[in-house]
């Protein structure tokens, strides 16, 4: 197994839990040895909107050992579980990521969740990293990029991006249209959340662009 994208959402459950995630969370889980990279974002300014905490880890071994299988029996900073409620945990393994590529800051993270069409799974992940690359090439691509799989047609596509403005040129979605993104022909349903990214959070991924291997 190769590389791991880590999606943990829930409902932040007492008032400044970003501070917990901000000051402890994140800072924490990037000191364990195989993570790659850590983002954090909400839907919502309000102590009780919607959290993503996205993880990147060089292996699902790597993953378990860190952070442990699931989420109620975790081993990392369980003290913490608390503070969160209406949990949901995903880890897929990456078929492409693209890394940051310049320094900026990353405003917004865009999830797309859902399932390809039968046996597109494959073409899927070569449209969106084609897709990807090419808009980075024209300056109007994102800050980086994740896409996870699962068998046989699930998929996860994690990208951070600088502003509203770049997002909605190479998606099509905008801010008051938000259900739209390319390939649809590839794909049987998806939906997409966005996430202002927590401010304060800095941890650049390692995994070297391009489709990934061992998945």
Not at 15 to 40: E, H, K, S, T, W
Not at 187 to 214: K, N, Q
Request: charged share 20%.
């Amino acid at each position: 197994m190769g590389p791991v994208l880590r999606l943990f959402r829930f409902r932040s459950a007492v008032p400044g839990f970003d501070a917990q995630i901000r000051d402890v969370l994140v800072p924490d889980v990037v000191r364990i040895p195989g993570n790659l990279a850590a983002y954090a974002g909400r839907n919502g300014a309000d102590d009780d909107g919607a959290r993503l905490i996205a993880t990147v880890w060089a292996s699902h071994e790597a993953m378990v050992a860190g952070v442990g299988a699931d989420v109620d029996h975790g081993v990392f900073h369980p003290e913490l579980l608390a503070g969160s409620t209406d949990r949901e945990l995903h880890g897929l393994a990456i078929a492409c990521a693209l890394p940051p590529d310049r320094y900026a800051e990353a405003g917004i993270l865009r999830l797309v969740t859902g399932h390809t069409r039968p046996g597109a799974q494959v073409a899927y992940a070569d449209a969106v990293s084609a897709g990807a690359t090419a808009d980075r090439a024209a300056g109007m691509g994102p800050i980086a990029l994740y896409l996870g799989i699962q068998a046989p047609d699930r998929f996860a596509t994690l990208s951070l991006w600088d502003s509203w403005a770049h997002l909605e040129e190479a998606t099509g979605a905008d801010i008051r249209a938000v259900g739209r993104t390319r390939h649809e022909d590839l794909l049987d349903r998806w939906a997409a959340d966005h996430y202002e990214a927590i401010p304060g959070i800095h941890a650049p991924a390692m995994l070297p662009a391009g489709r990934a291997t061992g998945t």
